[in-house]
């Protein structure tokens, strides 16, 4: 399977608690995004790395999240001190820059509960 | 405010209809919009992306319409199947260059046999 994996599935924690979910995207696609879902809400951007290095983060990843994509393969995404709010499914999607444009591919998502 | 509006309301259709999905857009001038599907409980799928500069855009079942004037996009499905039944999700790319693109929340459409 090619396609962009996430690890784990599931996550339920306590709240205070630190987490941290694993993406691994399409092997070719130098493009990576981050994004939170919550129910009836579309995707929200979290944060989009070009290889290595993350260009662009929305206001909305506090200083409790933080990811990384050390060499440009697989990325991680950690949430410190985890709040109910946290509560969502996270996704992550790759991509492969062609013409300018930006069809993503996403993984599966991890859901995670905070308790 | 910047805002991707699509009809919060879910569409009912009966199979074999044509089923019309909308999306609206303010204080922004993307240079494409993309749709995707979403089924529950799993990632969005890419279907189709539309230019600036295109009026129209068809894939088998599936037409796109992207009209900047009116800041709209209309997404139709022909001789729709229950198969169809899932939420799509309009999104653009608000900057340009692909570093983010925003997504409405989706119009959930349900495809009655």
């Known amino acids: 399977d090619t396609g962009v994996s996430q690890d784990p599935r599931h996550k339920i924690t306590k709240r205070g608690q630190n987490v941290t979910f694993r993406c691994d995207p399409i092997s070719e696609h130098n493009r990576l995004y981050w994004y939170r879902q919550t129910l009836g809400q579309g995707p929200e951007f979290l944060t989009y790395f070009q290889n290595e290095a993350q260009l662009e983060k929305s206001r909305l990843l506090s200083d409790r999240f933080s990811a990384e994509r050390p060499k440009g393969s697989f990325s991680t995404l950690e949430i410190q001190r985890t709040e109910q709010g946290d509560s969502a499914m996270y996704l992550c999607a790759s991509s492969r820059r062609t013409s300018g444009v930006n069809e993503q591919y996403f993984g599966p998502g991890t859901r995670l509960t905070v308790t | 405010s910047q805002k991707i509006e699509q009809n919060s309301e879910a569409l009912n259709i009966q199979e074999g209809k044509t089923a019309t999905l909308t999306c609206n857009y303010t204080?922004?001038?993307?240079?494409?919009l993309q749709w995707y599907r979403q089924d529950p409980g799993r990632g969005p799928v890419f279907l189709l992306l539309?230019?600036?500069?295109?009026k129209e855009k068809r894939k088998e079942r599936l037409k796109v319409t992207f009209d900047t004037t009116l800041k709209q996009s209309l997404f139709h499905i022909t001789a729709s199947q229950p198969a169809d039944s899932a939420t799509y999700l309009c999104?653009?790319?608000?900057?340009?260059?692909?570093?983010?693109?925003?997504f409405g929340a989706g119009t959930r459409l349900f495809v009655k046999a």
């Open positions: 204080n922004y001038s993307p240079a494409y």
């Open positions: 999104a653009l790319d608000p900057q340009g260059g692909g570093f983010k693109t925003i």
């Open positions: 539309i230019r600036e500069n295109e």
